[in-house]
């Protein structure tokens, strides 16, 4: 049987698929993303997922670049409301199918899906880049800042982290909480890398880069991230107001560039920071924490299997960290 899995909360969107269910050609799941999204990437045989817009916040075109980083995975799109002006770039982007309001008032036969599945989109990937030094490239910056200088090349371990549902925030509590909580985050993330010789590197009002030195020999980061997303309940108790409840997206990569102070990056140009960014802004979940080939082969040996592969991004292998069972909560004001 093809496995078939279709992610909406809407009842009649369900009920279009009620053909699929009694069919002996698929295998239906159906839950809404908060139950099916997290676990639905990596897939370990082919499948065919139709996505429901309403679940997401995302452009399509996003979400779909997010989905197909899984070459398993043939993703069709679900517009129950209509709100989609241009369905074509959906099949640039790599959608093999798309039901609309129209297309909803009856069931999707099993023919249809069927051809969904079988539909081979060609998607136009970019080229390769320099963003994965190998170690014979690598420009070791050492255990500490001591011999690091402006405008010279170093191999850094980078940590994009944004927190997440800033725009929940900034509707339901307004203004002035969110500048509180972008407060406290800033002085929580400067607190938790000053151990591990961390500097904030690069930062917006929801995150940013952060700087560590390398060695070539450990990558302390890791452990911290991990105890970042392990222990985020207690986090939010003892360093926020409101009783709010903070996640965090998290993302660490290895690789080179040219360091400036602070305040000097305006005119830097470097594939490494590039990546990271887009890394944290394209392709991160929210509340998740990956890390790149570059950074996987430091994994001690006993936390190695708290990894899956997460697909790739411009070229370059993504593992995700397995995340605790947890329910994002809305802030309350």
Known sequence: MIPLVL???????????????????FRLTIGSAAELFDSLMPVSEPTLCYVDLAEYEN???????????????????????????????????????YLGPALLTSEASTKRLRAAFEYRPVVVKAAPRAASPKPAEWRVSGKSWRGIKSGNEYTFVLLYIEIDLTDEWKKESGREHLDEVMSAFHRHVKHVIAPLRGRVWMWTESGGVVLFPFDGVVCPPIEMCMKLI???????????????????RMALHIGNTFYQVRGNTGTLISDTVNFTFHLGQKFLAPGSFCITET??????????????????????DVFRMKLPSTTVRRARS
């Open 230 to 248: 392990v222990d985020r309940t207690i986090i939010s108790v003892e360093h926020y107001s409101y009783n709010t409840r903070i996640t965090y």
């Open 295 to 316: 950074v996987a082969p430091f994994l001690a040996e006993g936390l190695r299997d708290c990894f899956l592969p997460a697909g790739r991004f411009e070229n370059v």
């Open 59 to 97: 452009e399509p075109a996003k979400l779909l670049r997010k989905l197909r980083e899984d070459d398993l995975l043939r993703v069709g799109i679900v517009d129950a409301r209509g709100v989609v002006e241009d369905v074509a770039a959906l099949f640039h982007h790599g959608a093999v199918d």
């Open 7 to 25: 992610i909406t909360s809407n009842a009649r969107v369900r009920k279009a698929f009620s053909a699929a269910d009694r069919s002996r050609t």
